[in-house]
């Protein structure tokens, strides 16, 4: 069994014409690659089989393409299906009807990736969230009873992401924290795990912003070494959280929406965040509102996204009975599926790419990053120092690893950014951050990288402006920033 992902390897496929059965899966946004590969692979007359995100919410989109459908969790009918292939007796299409016992999954195997081609290994500890956004499809793929993992598979997944040499890992759970009472234990046996061999891992997850409402959790998720969290935002408008049944964003006496961002910095965990315009409620003046939150927040890394319409979500069912969904050619054209209520579609789009624009522009990325990095004393070990003080040999060599890092960072950045501006002013922010930060490398650290993202933000910016107004180019450079769950991947699978 081979495993490819086209994010860090191209697709040979003389290879595929040589399997006995190529597996696909990927996400909305890879729905045109993935008709591509699927139509090649076919052309080869190899049994192809497609699951995953699109399969579960855009089934429509891949008819014809696939000689076997999988639909929602897999795992207990991909077993299922490779016994009734092996006796010749397979159906078209397996759809789960239970939800996955997690406590009963195998050990990911890790050996079949190519661990020196990635930055950081994706793993996931709970299934399912709470909360009932309209727009969202995780509850309906999911479910809203979190599943989560027990502690000694969670420990063995990060000892086997460790054992190959992959120090940053992902957990990739919707809401880590959809079941807190179920989390915090195994946050404990983290921590523990963590402390036991001097903090060898590095750590990012998602959360729900009510995540600033329990200080123990906050606590515990920086002694595990959680440092930083994606946080749904959406909208600094409370008439559209509320639209969007966003109850969680708008709690009474939790405070506003900055405050909750500032508390969890507070906290030694750096936020990034999402936002979405094209709210029923949203007008032309969300246009400088989602900008100016994110600048008063702080906040480096933003994702703003226009609001689109999942097949089997709440919000797809509302819009379709009143008519207000785009056909494939608007959609190409507007880069979203929705037709707004308050904005005409040219100005959504048009406002969007403006708004894009402003966010990403050197000055304010780096005004956010400064601010929180410099002016605040952000510190993403606050919670760990009281362990380093009585273990000071390890803390030397993780103060040595991080100048190393930070240092091969910043030269790998500026050799390999071509625009002459663009390399100046990175130059110059990361000597200025040198000078301030350069006795707490694991900010410098973070602070390089941080820098070394701007150029990706600064390119779909540029793209955006470009593809305004075409049909081809729009959807595929404004879903680049809608959030997932799952990492950038549409791995194939060959079974020789």
């Given amino acids: 069994m081979t495993l490819i992902d086209e994010n860090v390897e191209d697709i040979d496929f003389t290879r595929l014409a040589r399997a006995d059965l190529v597996c696909l899966t990927g996400m909305s946004i890879q729905g045109r690659r993935m008709r591509e590969i699927l139509e090649r692979v076919r052309s080869f007359g190899v049994m192809t089989v497609v699951g995953g995100p699109l399969a579960t ?77 309209e727009f969202c499809d995780i509850i309906v793929t999911f479910g809203r009873r979190p599943r989560l993992k027990t502690s000694r598979q969670v420990l063995a997944e990060l000892e086997a992401f460790l054992g190959y040499g992959l120090k940053i890992i992902f957990v990739v759970d919707d809401n880590l924290i959809g079941n807190k009472k179920a989390i915090k234990p195994i946050l404990r046996d983290i921590v523990q795990w963590q402390q036991q061999r001097a903090y060898p891992l590095t750590l990012f997850t998602e959360a729900s912003i009510d995540l600033a409402e329990d200080e123990e959790l906050m606590k515990l998720m920086g002694l595990a070494n959680f440092q930083s969290v994606f946080v749904g935002i959406e909208s600094p408008n409370e008439e559209s959280l509320l639209e969007t049944k966003k109850v969680q964003n708008v709690r009474p006496n939790a405070g506003t929406l900055l405050e909750r961002v500032r508390c969890i910095q507070q906290h030694g965990i750096d936020v990034l965040c999402g936002m979405i315009l094209g709210f029923d409620h949203d007008d032309a003046s969300m246009f400088d509102a989602i900008p100016k939150f994110i600048g008063d927040a702080r906040i480096a890394n933003a994702l703003i996204g226009l609001l689109h319409a999942i097949p089997t979500t709440p919000l797809y069912a509302r819009l379709r009975d009143a008519g207000r969904l785009n056909g494939p050619e ?92 663009l390399r100046s002013r990175y130059r110059l922010q990361l000597l200025h951050a040198a000078r301030f930060l350069w006795r707490n490398p694991h900010m410098l650290f973070v602070y390089a990288m941080k820098t070394a993202m701007h150029p990706h933000y600064a390119a779909l910016t540029q793209a955006l402006r470009e593809a305004k107004g075409t049909a081809a180019a729009m959807p595929d450079a404004t879903r680049s920033f809608s959030r997932s769950t799952q990492p950038n991947v549409a791995p194939t699978v060959a079974l020789p």
């Fill in 57 to 133: 919410v855009e089934e429509d989109a891949l008819e014809g393409l696939a000689d076997v459908v999988f639909v929602g969790e897999a795992d207990v009918t991909w077993p299922q299906f490779l016994r009734d292939w092996e006796r010749g007796c397979h159906t078209n299409r397996y759809e789960q009807q239970e939800k996955t016992d997690v406590t009963h999954l195998p050990l990911p195997r890790i050996e079949l990736l190519k661990t020196d081609r990635y930055m950081f290994g994706s793993m996931q500890i709970s299934r399912g969230c709470p909360f009932t956004c």
């Fill in 330 to 421: 608007d959609t190409d054209r507007f880069g979203t599926n929705v037709v707004p209520l308050r904005l005409a579609r040219e100005e959504l789009r048009d406002g969007f790419i403006d708004a894009m624009k402003r966010t990403y522009t050197a000055d304010a990325y780096f005004a956010r990053l400064d601010g929180l990095f410099i002016e605040e004393g952000f510190d993403v070990v606050l919670y760990r120092l009281p362990y380093w003080r009585h273990h000071r040999l390890a803390w030397a060599k993780q103060l040595l690893g991080a100048y190393v890092k930070a240092l091969v960072i910043s030269v790998r950045l500026l050799r390999n950014v071509d625009d002459a501006a």
